[in-house]
Structures are given as C-alpha cells and as structure tokens.
C-alpha cells in the first residue's frame, strides 16, 4: 500500500495552535422584571459592564445567556474553558434572545422570555425565578437586520420568538414606511400593542403554526421590488416560508432576513450544532 505524507505547518501543529482567545462576559443584574402578556416575561438587565457587549443598532440584535445550574455553585463571569476542560457537566447553557430595548443611558436592556407553561426550558425557569440583584452573565450582541427607509415595502413573518425582533423593528421604521407584519401566537391573549407605523397593517395568526404558512401563502405578492422582509420562526416552518417566498414569489434572497430561531423537539445546544449539518439547513 502506497502512504502518502501530508507536511503540516507549524499553525496546524496540535500542540502550538494559538490559545483560543475567549470571548468577553458581561455580568449584569437584574433590575426589574414584568409580565407583557400571560406567557411573555420581560427582564431588564444593567450593570457597569454593559459597555461590555457589542452594542449595535440592529434591530434583532440579539445576546446569549450563560445559564449555569444553580445546584452547580457556580458565580459569574465563568472560566468557560476551564469548565470545558475539567468539569463539561457543569458548563452554563447558552440561550439566544433579541434584546427588545437598548438603554444606553441606564446601562441597561430588556429582554422577552416566552415562558411555557412546565417551564421545562432552561431558560424559562431562570427567567420565572429571577429576582431583582441576581447575576447573569451575557455574550454578544450579534444581529444584521434593521428595516431600510428607502424599501417600497415591508413585510415581516414570524411566530412568538420573533415577537420582539419584529416589535423592534416596527418601532424604528420611517413614520411613512408601508408594509404588513405577520405574528403568529399559540394563545390569543399573547397579543399585545405595538407601535408601528400607520402604513404598516398587522395581523395575529392565532391557532396551529401552519395558518402562518397558509397566511403567506396567500399573500399577493406579485410586486416584489423593492420589498425587504424579515421572516423568522421555527427551523421547519421557516424552510416552508423560504420556498414560498423565494421559489414561489421570486423575491431576491438577498431582500430577505431570514432563518430559523428554534426547531421542534430540540433544545438550543442540539439546535445550534445541527445548523452546520443538513439538516439545519433552510435553503433548498
């Protein structure tokens, strides 16, 4: 059998990788809490190192919590690589949210967690027994979508999880903006005001997640120039839409925000690593 020799480089060498460089913490506290609606809890979170996260103006801007179990004795900020290393069982979970307000001159940001009635979610146990002084340590912000004055129009597609990057968005839109949000919602009385322009219509899509699909899915969508969209909802779902929009519709992809922000059946540390697999994938 004939071996071929592949040379390595010094930077591919395991043992002289240059040390990952870890990515900033900030640790902030809980200020205040409330209920928006029966399943949405609204957390505002500031401290001194708010600074620290990479402030944007996106509107779906978005951090992640550091969960840590509270049974693991664990105090923010955490050695993530230390804990990696010795101790993976007591790694804190991360967990995406849009931040739904900036307050630069409060240091401090809001959050909507949607809460489920078992509070099964790590999350949503965190954010069900947050009390005001509590520390939690957040990463971020990322984002990359903010409504452009000069679109025709607007339409934005999503489901409870996108509540508050849509909520954002229609509150930052030119006053004479045009355009129609859609938001679909287990429970009819999740639905809550939202500011928006006058141009803009909204329209709650109450019920099972596929009258959302049967919703864009009628849409006339013929004049397509010029329109920018935001859709984002469940990974299945949001394969649906995409082909609704674009194959269908023949909106350009590059009009459109679009991705999955939570799948079926998968808690987000399964989510996000399938999004390197196929099946994570929402583009055809």
């Not at 322009?197 to 013929?222: K, M």
Request: with cysteine.
């Amino acid at each position: 059998m004939h071996t071929t020799t592949v040379p390595t480089t010094r930077a591919e060498t395991p043992t002289e990788r240059p040390a990952r460089k870890p990515k900033r913490q900030a640790v902030l506290e809980v200020q205040a809490k409330r209920r928006i609606s029966p399943h949405l809890l609204r957390i505002t979170l500031g401290g001194e190192l708010y600074s620290a996260l990479n402030r944007n103006h996106h509107t779906d801007a978005y951090v992640k919590l550091l969960i840590a179990d509270p049974a693991a004795g664990l105090h923010p900020p955490y050695d993530l690589d230390a804990l990696r290393e010795e101790s993976p069982e007591l790694m804190p979970v991360r967990r995406t949210y849009t931040v739904r307000h900036w307050n630069d001159q409060d240091q401090s940001l809001e959050i909507d967690v949607v809460l489920h009635g078992d509070n099964e979610g790590a999350a949503s146990r965190w954010a069900d027994a947050a009390q005001p002084g509590d520390l939690i340590a957040l990463m971020g912000a990322g984002g990359g979508y903010l409504p452009q004055s000069e679109s025709a129009a607007h339409l934005l597609i999503g489901d409870h999880a996108a509540l508050p990057a849509i909520a954002a968005s229609l509150e930052s839109m030119d006053p004479a903006a045009q355009g129609l949000a859609l938001i679909h919602l287990d429970h009819e009385e999740d639905r809550i005001e939202l500011t928006r322009p006058a141009g803009v219509e909204l329209h709650w899509v109450i019920g099972p997640r596929e009258q959302l699909l049967e919703t864009v899915a009628a849409l006339d969508l013929a004049e397509v120039e010029g329109l920018q969209v935001f859709c984002h909802a469940e990974r299945g779902l949001t394969k649906q839409l995409r082909r609704v929009l674009v194959k269908d519709a023949g909106i350009p992809r590059e009009q459109i925000s679009i991705s999955a922000y939570w799948a079926l059946g998968r808690v987000e540390d399964e989510f996000q690593a399938e999004k390197r697999e196929p099946v994570g994938a929402i583009d055809d």
